[in-house]
Every structure is written in C-alpha cells, then in structure tokens.
C-alpha cells in the first residue's frame, strides 16, 4: 500500500459553471468530508491527481491530502 500526498487549494464558488471552468482550467473540482467536521470545497491539478492515480498501480493508495494556507478547518 502506497501514501501518496496531493497538495490542494480551498475554493470558495461551487456550481456546475463553476467545475467546468476549473476543469477547464486544468484543475479538479473535490469536497473533503470528515466525520463530525464541517465539509471543504476544493480543488487539485489535474496533472497530480493523474500522477496519484498512475503510482497505484492496481494497488490501494492513502492520499496525505495537503490543503494550502486559508483552508478552513474545524
């Protein structure tokens, strides 16, 4: 089992115009769920989140999720 980090940007508009423009833009739109915490909308590039998919090789990975100064977090 691999540990994988993916460094992540909080984001503050959500909507489908909005995902579309991200993707567009080269990023992935995602929300971080946690137990008994409050939920982050967020963003990665999408060349890491392939780089991510692609170390799995099959196998089962742990993302260390890195989210960027400002992110809000309870």
Do not use: C, F, W
């Amino acid at each position: 089992m691999a540990i994988v980090a993916l460094e992540a940007a909080p984001r503050t508009d959500t909507g489908k115009g909005v995902a579309r423009k991200l993707r567009a833009g080269g990023r992935v739109p995602g929300v971080y769920y946690g137990r008994g915490e409050d939920s982050i909308a967020l963003t990665v590039a999408l060349k890491d989140l392939h780089s991510v998919l692609d170390s799995a090789d099959g196998s089962n990975v742990i993302v260390d999720l890195k989210l960027q100064a400002g992110a809000p977090r309870t």
